[in-house]
């Protein structure tokens, strides 16, 4: 079983969609969950950034965590053509360890 | 500030050949990682420089990978034989917390 499995995609929806974006993992001894994007020919950038199990909302964006069943996802409202980019899902082990990600789900959201 | 900066941009060498790949980080980040991004496989984890430490080599994939970190600062990541295999973006990163700011990356192609 891989360490994280995400769906890599291309997700397409209409701009206004609600998007839904997830990724299981199996090591247990992630503690902190995080959501980059990353544009194309660009480095990723941290969107969100979560420790506990439960919901955190920033403006458009909501990061939920399920830790009983090791599964996080990032809630988007609202999609808008310029949230069009691929959402990778990262896991440090502590805080400046290394970042375990998933192979990202590249989204495209039409106008 | 100034961000994560990282040359060259592109860089196509012949198979065989040694690349040398440079990171600038955030002035007074601590910690410097690099990253390999190729399609396929997502962000793998090369290396990770914490201070004054013995750098964490456990992601290189072979014998042919090297990095040094110079005066706390400035990295360089050095690809000695280049194979094919070795076609990916190399993004670079550092961090004064939890959160990994990442360059732009650097392009590689062996041909």
């Known amino acids: 079983q891989k360490e994280v499995e995400q769906d890599p995609g291309p997700l397409s929806v209409p701009e206004g969609a609600i998007v839904s974006l997830n990724c299981t993992y199996s090591?247990?001894?992630?503690?902190?969950f995080m959501w980059y994007r990353q544009y194309s020919r660009k480095g990723p950038e941290l969107l969100m950034y979560?420790?506990?199990?439960g919901n955190k909302e920033d403006g458009r964006f909501t990061a939920q965590v399920d830790k009983s069943s090791k599964y996080i996802s990032l809630f988007i409202r609202d999609s808008q053509p310029s949230d069009s980019a691929t959402y990778l899902c990262?896991?440090?082990?502590?805080?400046?360890?290394?970042?375990?990600f998933g192979k990202g789900t590249m989204l495209l959201v039409s106008p | 500030g100034a961000g994560v900066s990282q040359s060259p941009s592109n860089k196509v060498t012949e198979k065989g050949k040694d690349v040398e790949l440079r990171c600038d980080p955030i002035?007074?980040?601590?910690?410097l990682y690099w990253y390999r991004q190729s399609l396929g496989q997502g962000l793998e984890f090369l290396i990770y420089f914490q201070g004054n430490s013995a750098p964490d080599k456990s992601g290189l994939p072979s014998d042919r990978f090297s990095a040094e970190r110079t005066g706390g600062s400035v990295s360089t990541l050095t690809i000695q034989r280049t194979q094919q295999e070795d076609s990916a973006v190399y993004l670079c990163?550092?961090?004064?917390?939890?959160?990994?700011?990442f360059g732009p990356g650097t392009r590689l192609t062996v041909l």
């Open positions: 990163a550092s961090t004064s917390s939890r959160e990994q700011f």
């Open positions: 090591n247990s001894a992630f503690q902190y």
């Open positions: 990262a896991f440090p082990l502590s805080g400046y360890s290394t970042l375990t």
């Open positions: 979560t420790y506990s199990s």
């Open positions: 002035s007074g980040h601590t910690a």
